[in-house]
């Protein structure tokens, strides 16, 4: 009969003999050393014990809650010695490196006066530039929520994709550590934080001090805005009696110009579209997944939902603008071809364009090599925009 | 020295060159891994493992994810970044080049 120590290996307890925790105590000490200059230090030590945790776990039965000395002794040859040849090589090569590295585990090199600005955080958790990331990080909210704010502004004719290739542009890209730690604000020393807590208790107390002037702004500022709706109603009701007086005939539906079958085409795509999106929430809430696309854990469903019903209304936009130009002849042009079906001839070139790409992604290897390397290529893209813009600034 | 002795170098050299391959196939755990090469000649130990994978994606070869699993924690699941895809097939021409070189040398 032995003694027993209990461990922790993240988060879950084991039992070890006193002799097996002896030997674990020792390799992991002799573990430590190695990575000693190793950025990832911390990470590699918490996987190892990881793989050790996992080894023992399967040594483990309702019956056998104990690991014996003999099986730790076993275990840990499996696992072997601890080799860091790189320590050395990364600390003397390659700044950058170990700058990300260090900023990723968000130690150190931080701003001095602890302001926070905005920056772009690629590529850390970030999905085309990190411009939503980037904002997440300063407002201190999910980046999510732009990620969203900027798709629905694209819906409202492109606004969105605008503003987007703006940020991009303009706004940095954090490389070193000490960028991304003002990225998120953080206060350099207890001094920083002493200032701030006193600096948002005085904001507090002056406006504490205006009360009553406030009161009385807002008392106003309620009146006036109340005058405005009744009046505004008044009009309304006005307007609407005149308009059904003049409002005559029945509704009719308005004639259709161009061939004839392109609308009713138009019609049957719109309802393709809407069963593909009806299965696709279906098969998001039972699966977690769209067509062999997995969810990210890090997505919760309901957003999942709300991209999926986005993007349906972003593809089917398109296919109804065709289908209304097609009732309502004008500027735009009937759906047929010809000089006005400049709108239709377009979707149609844009649908085979993207079916062409697909096909070709598909089946010539090369192509995919290049698609793959096409959002790095665009980065660097930015990048050397940026560091033109830069330089012109600073001659 | 015995063959698999005096090859030790040589398959501690190729490692990074095997593992770097064994990730472009398919999305991997570390288990995977080692599962993979411990059927062959470059059997690997977690010691070995873990710091090399952790160099490569600082070096942005190599990426990870975390994956949820109902028994246990969550784990690493590795796939070949861009980079690193661009590496492997630098590795891949100079590893051919190495080997017309052993075959053609000494033939007449």
């Known amino acids: 009969m032995n003694k027993v120590i209990t461990i922790n290996l993240n988060g879950v307890a084991y039992q070890l003999e006193e002799g097996g925790y002896d030997a674990l105590r020792a390799y992991l000490d002799s573990a430590a050393r190695p990575l000693e200059g190793n950025p990832d230090r911390e990470e590699i030590i918490t996987d190892i014990e990881q793989a050790i945790a996992d080894k023992f776990r399967a040594l483990l039965r309702a019956h056998k809650t104990v690991v014996n000395a003999k099986e730790v002794a076993a275990v840990l040859a499996e696992m072997g010695p601890v080799e860091d040849d790189s320590a050395s090589a990364a600390s003397a090569d390659d700044t950058t490196g170990t700058a ?4 990723a585990h968000g130690t150190t090199n931080v701003e001095s006066d602890g302001v926070r600005r905005l920056y772009r955080i690629y590529p850390e958790g970030a999905m085309l530039s990190g411009v939503c990331n980037g904002l997440g990080a300063y407002f201190g909210l999910d980046p999510t929520l732009f990620r969203i704010g900027f798709v629905l502004l694209a819906m409202l004719w492109g606004t969105g994709v605008l503003a ?15 960028e991304k730690a003002a990225a998120t604000g953080a206060a350099a020393t207890a001094q920083e934080f002493i200032k701030r807590a006193k600096a948002g208790y005085y904001e507090g107390m002056k406006s504490f001090r205006d009360k009553h002037a406030r009161r009385a702004w807002k008392r106003k500022f309620k009146q006036e805005t109340r005058s405005w709706k009744f009046g505004f109603q008044k009009h309304m009701h006005e ?3 005149q308009w059904e007086q003049q409002w005559q005939g029945p509704w009719v539906t308005p004639p259709i110009a161009g061939p004839v079958f392109i609308a009713p085409l138009l019609s049957l795509l719109l309802l393709v579209l809407v069963i593909c999106m009806f299965y696709a929430i279906y098969s998001l809430v039972t699966a977690h997944a769209v067509f062999g ?9 309901w957003v999942g939902l709300i991209i999926i019903i986005v993007l349906y209304q972003i593809v089917s936009w398109p296919i109804k603008v065709l289908r209304y130009s097609c009732y309502h002849p004008g500027t735009y042009g009937g759906c047929g071809p010809g000089p006005f079906g400049g709108l239709f001839g377009s979707l149609i070139g844009l ?5 062409g790409i697909w096909m070709l992604d598909r089946h010539v290897p090369e192509f995919h090599e290049w698609l793959v390397q096409l959002p790095d290529l665009l980065h660097r893209l930015v990048d050397t925009v940026q560091g033109w813009f830069v330089q012109k600034g600073n001659p | 020295m015995s063959l698999d002795e005096k090859f030790t170098a040589i398959r501690k050299g190729l490692l990074e060159f095997l593992v770097l391959k064994i990730i472009a196939a398919d999305q991997v755990y570390a288990a995977d891994i080692l599962k993979q090469l411990n059927a062959t000649e470059f059997a690997t130990q977690e010691g070995t493992l873990y710091p090399l994978l952790s160099k490569l994606r600082r070096e942005e070869l190599v990426n990870y994810e975390w994956q949820e699993s109902e028994s246990g924690p969550p784990r690493k699941y590795y796939e070949l970044t861009a980079k690193g895809r661009e590496a492997l097939r630098e590795t891949q021409d100079y590893w051919q080049k190495i080997n017309t070189t052993v075959k053609n040398l000494g033939q007449k």
């Open chain 1, 100 to 103: 990300r590295a260090t900023a």
């Open chain 1, 164 to 178: 987007y290739v703006i940020m991009v542009l303009l706004i940095p890209h954090a490389k070193t550590s000490a």
């Open chain 1, 351 to 355: 649908f085979f364009l993207g079916f």
């Open chain 1, 239 to 241: 307007q609407s009696q």
């Open chain 1, 293 to 301: 696309v997995v969810l990210p854990a890090t997505i919760p469903l």
